[in-house]
C-alpha cells in the first residue's frame, strides 16, 4: 500500500482554488460566475486525486510492484468529472453570451415577479381581483362592510394597482 | 422463473432513453418520427419497470455492469424503494411526453421539438440511473446526466425571461454537483470506496465524527437539489418560466431524485445517524415557509412551485422520524407527491392555454369555458392538501400516526406544522381556483377551448392514477413498508450486492488472491480484461487474468 496522507501542497492548492472560485462566484457577471465556477471544479477534482493517497506508478500488473501502483479509482473517477465540467462550463459560456446577445451585458438579474410581489407587500396592497358576483374588488367591499369606521377621519387610502409587466395575453414571450 | 437470470432488465432504463435519444436527434427533421421513437422508448421503460417492481418483491437485484465486480465496478441495484420511484418516475415522464407532444402548437409556447424529444429522454435515462444506481459516483454521474439535460430544457427557446431563470438554475445546480463532488473526495478518502454498499458496512468503523461530517456535506448536496430550505429559493425563481411540460416533469422528478438520494444516505449509507433531528426541524421549517411562499403569489405555476417547496418538508419529516412507520410514510407520501405536484403542473398548462395566463388576476371565468378542467384542477389539489380519503391524507395520516408513536415535543411541532400546511395548502389552492374558474373574466372574448386530445389525455392519465394510488394504497402502502423494512435492515442491500462482504458477484479478482492468498481492500484493484465474459456468481475467479 501506498501512503495515503495527503499532500501538504495539493491541500494549499485546493484551498486557494476553491476560495478564490467561491469569490468569484458570488460576483453578479456570468462570465466571472463561469471562471469562479470553473475554478472551484479543478480545486475540487485535485481533491479526488488526493483522496486516492500519494502518486505512485502506473497500476498495470507486470510494470510496477503493487505495493507502489497508484490508486486508479480517483483518477477514473476525476476522468469523468473533469468531462462534466467541461460540458457545464460550454453550456454557462454560451449562457452568458446569450445574455449579452439579450441585454448587451451578462448580469443575473433579479426576479422580477418576486420584486413585484415584494413591493405589494411592503405597500400592503391587496390585489385588486373580484371576488363574488358583485363585480366589487376586495378594496371597495372593505370600505363597505366595516362601516363602524365611519365615523372617524377619513385615511386616504392611495388606490394601488398591481403592475403588470407581463407581455399582452398571446404575444411572443 | 429464476430472478437471477433476468437481472439485465435493470440496464434497460437506462440503455434505451439513451438510445431513443439517438435516434430522436436522427430523424430531427422528421417530428411524427421522433414522437413514435420516444413513445416506444418510454414505453418500454415504462413495461420494464413495473416487471423490475415485480422482482424486486423477492429482494434486491442486482446487476454488475459489463460483468464487473462489485466494489470496483459499477452496481445496479433494485430494491423495493428504487423500483417503485423508477416506476412512478416513468409512468409520470410516459405522460408528460404525450402531454407535450401537441405544445408546440400552441401560439405562446412553441417548443423547439428537434432539441425537445432527445432531452425529455436523457433526462429519463438519467433519472432512471439516479434510481437505480448502486454506486455514489454513479449516483453523481446520473445526477450531473439529468441536471445537463434539465439545463436544455428550462432554457428551451432562450428567450430573455428563459435565460434570466435558467442562468439562477444552472449555477445553483452546479455548486450543489461541486458539494456533492466534495462529498465523494471525503467519502473515498476516508472509506476507501463509492459502492454504497461497502460503505455501509465500513461507515460504522469509522470516527463518527467523519462519518457525520460526510453525512452533513451529502444532506446539503441533495438538500439542494430537493430544494429544502434555505437551499429552496432558486426553485419557485427558475422553474415557472419553463414550458408547462417541463416545469411538470421537473417538479415531480428533479426534487424526488434529491429526496430519494436522502432516504438512501440516511439509510442504507449511514444507517446509525444521529442528523434525524436536524432533518425534522428542516422539514418542519421548509412546509411552513413554503406554504407561506404560495399564499402570498397569484401566478398558478409560481403558486404551485411554492407548495412543491413545502411538501418537500412532510418527505423530510417522515425520514427525520427514524422509525419504520415514519420511513414507510415517507416513501408513500414520495410517490403520491410525484403523481400529484406533476397533475397539478400539466392542469395549470391547459389553464395557460384556454386563458391565455397564469396570472390568476387575468385569469377568470373558466369554469363557464371548460367545466371538466375545474374538476381536473380540484381533485389533485384536494388530494396536495389531503382531504380523506384520498392517498394525501393517507401519507399525512401515517406520519402523524408514525410522529404520535415517538411522541417527543419535535413530533408534536411537526404534527401542528403540517396540519397547518395542510390547511393553508387548501386555502392557497382553493383561492387560486376559485380566481382562475369562478371570477368573471375580465374580457369575454374566451372563446370555446381548442386543446388537442393528447394534452387532456394525459392529464386525465395522471389525475386518474392519483385517484388509482388512493383505491389501491393498501397494496402501495404495503410495498412501500417492504421497502422501508428492507432499507432498515440495510443487510439484506449490502448481502444483495456483496455476497461475502468483500467482493460482488461479476469477475474480477484481487490482486492478493493471485499472489499472497490474502483479501485486500479494493484501493488495490486488479481488473480482468476487457472482453473477458462475465461469469455466474461466485464464481472463482480466472488465475493469470485469461480465461
Redesign the interface.
Known sequence: ?ID?S?SLALLVLVGVMVGCGTVL?LERS?SR?VIG?SL??YG??V??L????RAGGP?I?GQTE?AD?A????QA?VL??IV?GL??TA??LT?AY??WQ??GNDE??D?R??RR?ALA?ARDAV?????D?S?ATLDEQAAIVFDETEDMPAIDVPDVK?ERD?PP????? | MNPDDWTWVLGIPVLVPFAGAAFTLLLARAPAAQRVVSLVALTIVLLDAVFIGFLSLRGPLILDVGGWAAPVGITLVADRLSALMLMVSVFVTLCVLVYSFTQDLAENQRLPIAVFQPTFLILSAGVSNAFLTGDLFNLYVGFEILLVASFVLITLGSTRERIRSGTVYVIVSVVSSTIFLIALAMVYAALGTVNMAQIAIRASEIDQGTAQLIQVMLFVAFGVKAAIFPLHAWLPDSYPTAPAPVTAVFAGLLTKVGIYAIIRTQTTLFSNSNLNGVLQVFGLVTMIVGIMGAVAQDDIKRLLSFTLVSHIGFMLWGVGIGTLEGLTAAIFYTAHHIIVQTALFLVSGLMERVGGSTSLVRLGSLLKTWPLLGVLFLIPAFNLAGIPPMSGFLGKLGLIEASAAVGRPLDWALVAGGLLTSLLTLYALLRAWSMAFWQPSEDDEVGKPQVPWTMTGATIALVAASLGLTLFAGPIYSYARGGAIELRAQAPYVVAVLPDAERGTGQSHTEAEEEQGTPTTSSTPVVPPLGTPSQSPTSSPTPGGAP
Open positions: 500500500m495515503v495527503p462566484v456570468l460566475i465556477a472551484i471544479t475540487v477534482n481533491m479526488v488526493m483522496a486516492g493517497g497500476p500488473i503493487v501502483m490508486d486508479p479509482l480517483p473517477m469523468t468529472a462534466i460540458a457545464l453550456f454557462m449562457m446569450r445574455t439579450l441585454n443575473v438579474q426576479d415577479e418576486d410581489i407587500a390585489a385588486e381581483r373580484v371576488t358576483d363585480g398591481p407581463q395575453r398571446g404575444g411572443p414571450q
